[in-house]
Nanobody
Framework: VQLQASGGGLVQAGGTLRLSCRAT????????LSWYRQAPGTQRELVGTITSGHNTSYADTVKGRFTISRDNIRRTSYLQMNNLSPEDTAVYYC?????????WGKGTLVTVSS
C-alpha cells in the first residue's frame, strides 16, 4: 500500500488549500482514511477521518473550516482547508489502516503566513 499526499504550499492567513491523498495497492473504498498533521516541536495530531461510508469526523480545532471527502474511483481523499490560520502550519499526512497494516503517506507541508 502506498499513499501519496500533495497540494501543500504557502498561503496567507484566511486563505484556502486543498490537499490530496492518492492510494495505490489497496481496495481503497473499503477503508477509513485519516488526515493528521504535525507542527514543529509538537506531536502528530488527528485532523479528521472519513469512513468507507463517507462519514466524517473532525478535531475541534478544524471543525467548520476543514472538509474531508473521498473519490473511490480515483482512490483519492481530499482535505479542503478554508480560513487557514498560522496555527494550521504543519506537515499534513494521510493514513490508512487495513488488515495488512498501518500506512502513512510522506506528508505535505502547509505554511500559513500571518
Amino acid at each position: 500500500v502506498q499513499l501519496q499526499a500533495s497540494g501543500g504550499g504557502l498561503v496567507q492567513a484566511g486563505g484556502t488549500l486543498r490537499l490530496s491523498c492518492r492510494a495505490t495497492g489497496t481496495n481503497f473504498r473499503l477503508h477509513t482514511l485519516s488526515w493528521y498533521r504535525q507542527a514543529p516541536g509538537t506531536q502528530r495530531e488527528l485532523v479528521g477521518t472519513i469512513t468507507s461510508g463517507h462519514n466524517t469526523s473532525y478535531a475541534d480545532t478544524v471543525k467548520g473550516r476543514f472538509t474531508i471527502s473521498r473519490d473511490n474511483i480515483r482512490r483519492t481523499s481530499y482535505l479542503q482547508m478554508n480560513n487557514l490560520s498560522p496555527e494550521d502550519t504543519a506537515v499534513y499526512y494521510c493514513n490508512l489502516v487495513s488488515g495488512r497494516g498501518n500506512f502513512w503517506g510522506k506528508g505535505t507541508l502547509v505554511t500559513v503566513s500571518s
